[in-house]
């Protein structure tokens, strides 16, 4: 069975970085597009960041762009985030996504999501 497994989330104070890990198993997603959303409390979750198959190409949030870096790694079947200058407004469980479709990933409707890893960035 497909899975998807995000670790790395955390608390940090403002201004710090996390790195955040999806392992993706029982498959192979090195065909698909994958990319990481948020939700915070009360709010719908939003889109972060995307990587097409073959990683050539990135798209993020305006929200995120020239903090956050995403990458894969399909030796391995894992997809990061890498999370700079981290705002208190960045406080939300964080998923992974992965789709065959890059337009179906970022429109957050992809076939498979992991379970979510927290990150709670203190002021």
């Known amino acids: 069975q497909a899975q998807l497994v995000e670790s790395g989330g955390g608390l940090v104070q403002a201004g710090g970085s996390l790195r955040l890990s999806c392992a993706a198993s029982g498959r192979t997603f090195r065909s698909y597009a994958m990319g990481w959303f948020r939700q915070a409390p009360g709010k719908e979750r939003e889109f972060v960041a995307a990587v097409t198959w073959s990683g050539g190409s990135t798209f993020y949030a305006d929200s995120v762009k020239g903090r956050f870096t995403i990458s894969r790694d399909n030796a391995k079947n894992t997809v990061n985030l890498q999370m700079n200058s981290l705002q208190p407004e960045d406080t939300a469980v964080y998923y992974c996504?992965?789709?065959?479709?890059?337009?179906?990933?970022?429109?957050?409707?992809?076939?498979?999501w992991g379970q979510g890893t927290q990150v709670t960035v203190s002021s």
């Open positions: 996504a992965a789709d065959v479709k890059l337009q179906t990933v970022i429109a957050g409707t992809g076939d498979y």
